[in-house]
């Protein structure tokens, strides 16, 4: 077994030097949705709509965004939204008119803005079901969001840069040791929940929602933050892939 291969999660984590396509479908899809008619001249071939990922290349939020648009195939221009330098410049007048929480990822598809990485990515699978992120069965696809609701409600929020920011400066706090036991905390639960439903992946031998939201979070972890990843098989499990 190994790290799953690297030129896969560089492609995905990695912001694309130009707008990126891997699927011609695209615009049959569109058609069959009947997004934005606008875009559709008369006996002509529809051009797929302006696509554009406003995203910060270390958030987890946006990295589960980008596996997601790169897994559908679907050509985006990055717009990148630095966390850190100018004070931030997602807390600028510019950007809040984007998103008014200056958070990112902000995704403008179709027309309209969205924001929330889990909003976004349950957006793209309704709208774009090929390639899909989401088992069939109800109860499967409720353990599947359940997987992604650990890490998005339980551990992100309480490691993210902007309370990392607030332990160190207000609290005086040591950052580092804060999100390593947050983390922890998290992953212990979790480690015992995919025991149940993990094969290959987080839910049996098929790429879900569920490892969009664990591979950022997982990876960030191990390499950031110093959590000891032999301590977490089943979630370190997820993380490999077997190799002919």
């Keep these: 077994?190994?790290?799953?291969?690297?030129?896969?999660?560089?492609?995905?984590?990695?912001?694309?030097?130009?707008?990126?396509?891997?699927?011609?479908?695209?615009?049959?899809?569109?058609?069959?949705?009947?997004?934005?008619?606008?875009?559709?001249?008369?006996?002509?071939?529809?051009?797929?709509?302006?696509?554009k990922l406003y995203s910060y290349f270390r958030s987890s939020c946006s990295w589960r965004v980008r596996i997601a648009l790169n897994l559908k195939g679907i050509k985006y221009e990055y717009l990148p939204i630095h966390l850190v330098?100018?004070?931030?410049?997602?807390?600028?007048?510019?950007?809040k008119k984007i998103n008014p929480r200056g958070h990112v990822p902000a995704l403008f598809i179709d027309g309209q803005t969205l924001i929330e990485s889990l909003p976004i990515i349950e957006y793209l699978e309704e709208t774009r079901p090929e390639i899909p992120l989401l088992p069939k069965n109800p109860r499967d696809r409720a353990v599947v969001r359940a997987i992604c609701e650990i890490i998005n409600a339980g551990i992100?929020?309480?490691?993210?840069?902007?309370?990392?920011?607030?332990?160190?400066?207000?609290?005086?706090?040591?950052?580092?040791?804060?999100a390593k036991d947050v983390i922890e905390k998290g992953f212990d639960g979790l480690e015992q929940f995919i025991a149940n439903t993990k094969g290959k992946y987080c839910f049996g031998d098929t790429i879900t929602m569920a490892d969009l939201v664990l591979v950022p979070q997982a990876i960030g972890s191990f390499t950031r933050?110093?959590?000891?990843?032999?301590?977490?098989?089943?979630?370190?499990?997820?993380l490999l892939y077997t190799s002919d």
């Design 156 to 178: 992100q929020p309480l490691q993210n840069l902007s309370v990392l920011q607030k332990v160190e400066n207000e609290l005086n706090g040591d950052k580092m040791k804060w």
């Design 225 to 238: 933050f110093g959590v000891d990843k032999t301590k977490y098989p089943n979630i370190s499990a997820c």
């Design 85 to 95: 330098k100018e004070g931030g410049q997602q807390n600028s007048e510019e950007y």
């Design 1 to 51: 077994k190994m790290w799953i291969n690297e030129f896969f999660f560089l492609m995905i984590r990695r912001p694309p030097r130009s707008t990126q396509s891997r699927s011609s479908a695209a615009s049959d899809v569109y058609k069959r949705q009947g997004i934005n008619a606008e875009y559709m001249g008369n006996n002509k071939k529809m051009e797929q709509p302006q696509i």
